[in-house]
């Protein structure tokens, strides 16, 4: 197995870019969700489970600033005065472009006020789920989330790395044939090229693997949300039976979570090896 695509995602919830070569630290890969959306409105972070614009803004980072393509295919650097103005007007929602907080401050990460007054109304809207189907397992997600939108120092959802393999795009493919399989509707970190067949990353869990000169240990696998169904772009449009698929047929995930347990540069073209 070898690392055939890694993700960077300099805003979270925005549609990232492939890069040559990654950092890994304890957190994740450096620079990666280094930028998030402050919902103005309502308070707290906010991706695209609540933001659904957020998946047709594409984000790249250059040098000491993000240049940030909007679904009308204009850009804004996040070094423009009149960014926040810009995004609050494309996204049509009052926003803030905002950094990871350089004191790590707590309230920054704070979760702000639900859609809903039923807490069960408001999961299945965040993951997506018909009143017939089940919630996923939150056994998987660190217990920070439950106060914080992301923990702490990070603008993750859950854990720092989100790990697919080849056979999976390959078995969604099969599975569902009128769907669009785009990575950028699943927002991997790292790609691993497989000669298996299937989902084969669920077994992964508890594991540990050398890439380039990290190592990572794999998790649970990652329980999917309503972001999986949403428009990117006009190619990769809103599709509900992709998120079906997944919590009636392979029990709610697709990908596996992993955190880093040594820092190190991983490269395409790297080899994936089990320790």
């Known amino acids: 197995m ?3 695509q890694l993700w960077s995602y300099s805003v979270k919830s925005m549609v990232g870019e492939q890069v040559p070569h990654v950092e890994l630290s304890t957190l994740g890969i450096v620079g990666d969700r280094h930028w998030a959306i402050r919902d103005l409105e309502r308070g707290g972070i906010r991706g695209a489970k609540k933001i659904a614009g957020l998946m047709q803004c594409a984000a790249q980072r250059r040098g000491d600033e993000v240049i940030i393509t909007l679904p009308n295919g204009t850009t ?3 070094n423009d ?5 810009v995004l609050s007007q494309a996204l049509n929602h009052s926003v803030e472009l905002t950094s990871l907080p350089a004191d790590n401050n707590l309230d920054h990460f704070r979760r702000g006020p639900g859609d ?10 965040i993951f997506g789920r018909t009143d017939d189907e089940p919630l996923p397992n939150f056994a998987a997600f660190p217990p920070e989330v439950v106060e914080f939108e992301s923990p702490p120092g990070t603008h993750y959802d859950c854990w720092p790395l989100l790990v ?5 795009m390959d078995a969604l493919r099969a599975a569902l044939p009128n769907s669009v399989i785009d990575e950028r509707r699943f927002r991997p970190s790292i790609m691993v090229e497989t000669t298996e067949k299937g989902h084969v990353e669920f077994s992964w869990k508890g594991a540990r693997a050398q890439i380039g000169t990290a190592v990572v240990e794999f998790l649970d696998p990652c329980p999917r949300c309503v972001m999986v169904t949403q428009a990117v772009n006009t190619d ?5 039976d992709v ?5 009636r047929d392979l029990d709610q995930n697709l990908g596996v979570y992993a955190r880093i ?15």
């Open 243 to 247: 998120l079906r698929h997944i919590v």
């Open 116 to 125: 809903s007054d039923d807490p069960i109304q408001e999961l299945r809207a």
């Open 81 to 85: 005065a009149e960014v926040n103005a």
């Open 261 to 275: 347990l040594t820092p190190g540069t991983v490269k395409v073209g790297d080899p994936l090896v089990f320790l």
């Open 236 to 240: 990769i449009g809103p599709d509900r």
């Open 164 to 168: 697919m393999t080849s056979s999976a």
């Open 2 to 4: 070898k690392i055939s």
């Open 76 to 78: 804004v650097s996040s």
